[in-house]
């Protein structure tokens, strides 16, 4: 069984920064692409941002130039820094990762984490 946990949320001002985590443990032989998703309130879950397992990145058009995707494979840990930061970006955030376990690729959700943005 594999599972993914955020960590590094919370309350941040506008303008500030926040760096979240997401490591991944368990029956892994390698992680393809992963990503970081969004949910606010009454709103439906949407990608932030992406990485392949080549590290190609993509953003969405609302973090491009704030945000930046990176992952370290030694560690099976993803990372989303954030700056910049707007009350518009307040949402739950969840980490995703396609995990290679012994004969399939199946894809995972962390728990997901709060980010809350308000002075």
């Known amino acids: 069984q594999v599972q993914l946990v955020e960590s590094g949320g919370g309350l941040v001002q506008p303008g500030g920064s926040l760096r979240l985590s997401c490591a991944a443990s368990g029956s892994i032989l390698s992680i393809n692409g992963q990503g970081w998703y969004r949910q606010a309130p009454g709103k439906e879950r949407e990608l932030v941002a992406g990485i392949t397992g080549s590290g190609n990145t993509n953003y969405a058009d609302s973090v491009k130039g704030r945000c930046i995707i990176s992952r370290d494979n030694a560690k099976n840990t993803v990372y989303l820094q954030m700056n910049s930061l707007k009350p518009e970006d307040t949402a739950v955030y969840f980490c995703?990762?396609?995990?290679?376990?012994?004969?399939?690729?199946?894809?995972?959700w962390g728990q997901g984490i709060q980010v809350t943005v308000s002075s």
């Open positions: 995703y990762a396609a995990i290679v376990e012994s004969n399939r690729v199946r894809g995972y």
